[in-house]
């Protein structure tokens, strides 16, 4: 072989080496890249684009916190590989199917029911698609489970939103030591905020403290229900209940004239109406929600095999300007909040 011709073919030998580094340099991750891989690379990668249909009950603070975490929590996960179909029923059952059977024409991958009306019109539109609920305080009476584990073993799991009622019943010796007749105001079309009221009654048979439960049909009734409720208590409690915290200046506005006190099951009908709640996150459990849902969509988890979950942090919470207002003694461990 010539020299020129060794010169040439070790040239290209040279550029074949150079070839080849730079090629396996392209097909690998530098420790960076590979630690900026988010949870959603697998639908990155595959380019799926998942379709979620969120049915939110009413507007109010609850709900509206609940389904902001169910979307930042999906949206942490997948990025831009996931849609939202936000619809809100006005508090009305009928539009929560009509939505939950619009979301099943359209195909949607995952029904996010927010409240217990939600999910019932989601259950009964599809038994296919997966369902992942928020905002429902007793998951077995909201489905009529009589045989319950914990989960539903059905297309459905979620997270509740039931507080320690127990907990609740006893910050009314604690915050009015004087009242002996409690209000139990709710909303009689909601099954949930009945059972809340069914297990808080047997707390206050062991306080010794006298109630009656005052219920509405809708809201056109919470004017004469309220006013009838604090010509006979010294106290009213309000579970979580979708209708009342939809409109809670109007019980407000009954309420603080009389100087009834308020005791709310949540933060957003105590900032609208009352005086002192013992309130989970709602904004918590509604992104739990939306890691359950991540779970399923990513990674094929049967819903039915899903512990139903519930809140973890709690606190007391309560509004200065009204308990001084009613001259009420607020212990320390309570947070202090704004009125809505």
Not at 233 to 244: L, Q
Not at 280 to 300: D, F, H, K, T, W
Request: aromatic fraction near 6%; proline fraction near 4%; glycine fraction near 8%.
């Amino acid at each position: 072989m010539s020299k020129k011709m060794k010169q040439i073919l070790s040239i290209a030998l040279a550029l074949v080496m150079m070839v080849c580094v730079f090629a396996g340099c392209s097909g690998s991750k530098t420790p960076a890249e590979e630690s900026s891989t988010g949870d959603g690379a697998a639908a990155s990668v595959s380019g799926k684009v998942y379709k979620v249909g969120i049915c939110q009950l009413v507007q109010h603070d609850a709900l509206d916190a609940a389904t902001n975490g169910f979307k930042a929590a999906l949206t942490k996960k997948l990025g831009d590989n996931v849609q939202f179909d936000v619809q809100n029923a006005a508090n009305d059952s009928a539009t929560c199917a009509t939505i939950a059977n619009q979301f099943v024409a359209d195909g949607v991958d995952l029904i996010m029911a927010n409240a217990t009306p939600a999910l019932q019109a989601a259950m009964a539109a599809t038994g296919d698609i997966p369902i992942v609920a928020t905002s429902v305080t007793d998951f077995a009476t909201a489905l009529q489970m009589d045989k319950w584990d914990g989960k539903t073993g059905i297309n459905v799991t979620g997270t509740s939103d039931l507080a320690p009622l127990t907990e609740q019943a006893a910050m009314i010796p604690e915050l009015l030591p004087e009242a002996k007749k409690v209000a139990i105001l709710y909303c009689s079309g909601e099954p949930n905020s009945k059972y809340q009221a069914t297990v808080i009654e047997a707390a206050f048979d062991k306080l010794d403290l006298e109630y009656q439960e005052f219920t509405v049909a809708d809201t056109n009734e919470i004017a004469s229900v309220v006013t009838n409720a604090c010509d006979w208590a010294d106290c009213i409690y309000i579970p979580t209940d979708n209708t009342i915290a939809s409109a809670t200046s109007a019980v407000n506005e009954i309420a603080a004239p009389k100087n009834v006190p308020v005791l709310a099951g949540e933060e957003g009908i105590c900032k609208g109406c009352g005086i002192a709640t013992l309130s989970i996150s709602y904004y918590s459990i509604g992104y739990a929600a939306g890691e359950m849902a991540y779970e399923i969509l990513v990674n094929g988890t049967n819903p039915g095999d899903m512990d139903i979950q519930f809140a973890t942090d709690l606190t007391k919470e309560y509004i200065a300007s009204r308990c001084e207002t009613l001259g009420v003694t607020v212990p320390e461990n309570y947070v202090a909040i704004e009125e809505g």
